[in-house]
């Protein structure tokens, strides 16, 4: 399964012509949960495959150590769960350091398409012995959860956060339930570097 578009809250100024945006918060009720925006590479972990963003979109030379990560974990992934994450070793646009692994659990699927609940993923990364993106929020407020990125990050140090429902989230439901915000013009890197093995890394703890 591919990794569902995240929506674009209505006021990130990151958002481009090509993004969706989500205006209608109404479905943000309840608990809620803040986690920081990685600046890496979408991967996703299954038993039987690691891939990044879709099916047929293969791995790159900055997802090796991610890619020897998967290998030692994906015998104790549960048959047609995905665990997705973000692929850390190569810099992007922010420089990160004291980095807890070069994978970063944000979310676990299970086998009916259903976004575990926030501390079920947190349960399951631990079992599977996967650190998880850092979190900068949880509780009941809308407001709170909106204002903890500024509170505690920047735009130099990162690229936004994630605000999701921190109960489970069906497919169905993934484009109301999970929104995003990012930085104003988040992507500072040059295309090429993509092309190229001899790309920044980030530090590690």
Known sequence: MKYP???HLPDSPGASGDDRI???LSWLDGELVVTEKMDGGNLTFTRDSMYARSLDSGTHPWDRPAKALWAMTAYRIPDQWRVC???MWARRSVAYAD????FLVFGIWDETDTLLGWDDTVDWARRLELPMVPVLYRGGSITEARTAWSAQRDDDTSEGFVIR?????TAADFDRKVLKWVRPGHVRTEASWRHRDD???NEFA
């Open 199 to 201: 790309f920044p890394l």
């Open 85 to 87: 994450g973000e692929s």
């Open 22 to 24: 989500q205006p209608d």
């Open 165 to 169: 429902a921190a109960g489970r989230i």
């Open 5 to 7: 578009r995240t929506f």
């Open 99 to 102: 980095l807890p692994g070069v």
